[in-house]
């Protein structure tokens, strides 16, 4: 069962990078509701500041993952089965993974997806120390685009996607059903997905994980504008935007906005943009699920849920399903 293709590490260019992420901030900054996208949230300030948030007694999903992880990992890994080849896309630092690949029973690939060769390859070597005979393909590339799943190597053997983190609450429900679906395109039937998922709650603990008390979410948010100014020449004060972050119980969803303090104007790239007092750049959007719904979005997307695990307070859920 050989590997063909591996170690195609191909890195995007940072003109390509540029170019995109102007056209992005200015499409977004042109439309009527304000919107930017939010995987720019990320840059290595942006990064070290949801490390941050993470740690912060509000913000308890990262912290009710890791228990739920901790606590069912043989299970989780028995679940998953032999000799598998794990693909995790948006994987990061690979922190996640690491545990997960060392109680599995002879994982056969590791395969993480990201934008970020550096982080990647900085994982690898830390992966690499601790589980020596592992073979590990970083594959460097947007996870929602498609040339980024065309790079994985091609091989045979049984695959299960890794998607903890509630990343898939960033994606609209038509989104994250695209999503899943392109998911499920470069998997075959019977390979499986491991998602984490956070749970529709009280919205006062939902609204405290995103206006937290010690003001690291608000500085996470702004610093979008930050890199604007700093990558695309923008002069945006960010004193004059404040953090705003509400929970839509009918859109089941945490909003993050940037609200406009007085009417002004801003220049990003050459461009002017004007802002009324009150109006908001929105920043990102965190869906909450529930089991059922959950159950609903991975069925209609090619999927069957086999199990999931949960905390005691049923804030947060991974689930395993496997493709029809
Ligand atoms: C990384 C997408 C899971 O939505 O909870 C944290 C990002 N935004 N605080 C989330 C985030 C504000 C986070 N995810």
Not at 16 to 22: A, I, T, Y
Not at 68 to 86: K, N
Not at 157 to 180: H, M, W, Y
Request: hydrophobic content about 40%; some cysteine; aromatic content about 10%.
């Amino acid at each position: 069962m050989a590997i063909i293709n591996a170690n195609r590490v191909v890195p995007l260019s940072g003109e390509d990078f540029r170019g995109q992420f102007e056209r992005d901030v200015l499409a977004g900054l042109s439309a009527s509701q304000k919107t930017l996208p939010c995987k720019y949230l990320y840059d290595e300030t942006g990064s070290k500041l949801f490390e941050a948030i993470c740690e912060l007694d509000d913000y308890y999903l990262t912290r009710t993952e890791a228990k739920i992880f901790a606590r069912s990992l043989q299970d989780m890994a028995v679940t998953l089965g032999d000799s598998v080849i794990l693909i995790e896309p948006g994987a990061g630092n690979c922190e996640k993974a690491e545990p997960l690949l060392e109680a599995m029973d002879n994982p056969r690939a590791y395969f993480p997806l990201d934008i970020s060769p550096e982080i990647l390859l900085a994982a690898q070597h830390r992966i690499r120390h601790r589980l020596p005979d592992l073979e590990i393909v970083p594959v460097i590339g947007d996870f929602t685009s498609g040339d980024a799943w065309s790079r994985l190597p091609v091989s045979n053997a049984r695959k299960v996607i890794f998607f903890p983190g509630s990343t898939i609450g960033n994606f609209a429900p038509e989104q994250a059903r695209d999503l899943l679906e392109r998911f499920a395109e470069n998997l075959d039937s019977g390979d499986g997905l491991l998602l984490g998922a956070d749970l529709v709650k009280d919205s006062v603990i939902l609204e405290r994980a995103y206006h937290d008390s010690n003001h690291i979410t608000e500085a996470f948010n702004k610093n979008l504008l930050t890199r604007i100014n700093s990558e695309l020449n923008g002069d945006f004060n960010t004193d004059a935007f404040a953090h705003r972050a509400f929970y839509h119980s009918l859109r089941q969803r945490v909003e993050m906005h940037l609200v406009s303090l007085v009417e002004q104007h801003v220049s990003v790239s050459g461009r002017h943009f004007s802002f009324t007092e009150g109006e908001t750049i929105h920043t990102e959007n965190s869906h909450k699920y529930t089991l059922p719904g959950l159950q609903t979005l991975l069925r209609d997307t090619g999927f069957s849920p086999e199990k999931y695990w949960t905390d005691d307070k049923q804030h947060y859920a991974i689930c395993y399903a496997h493709v029809r």
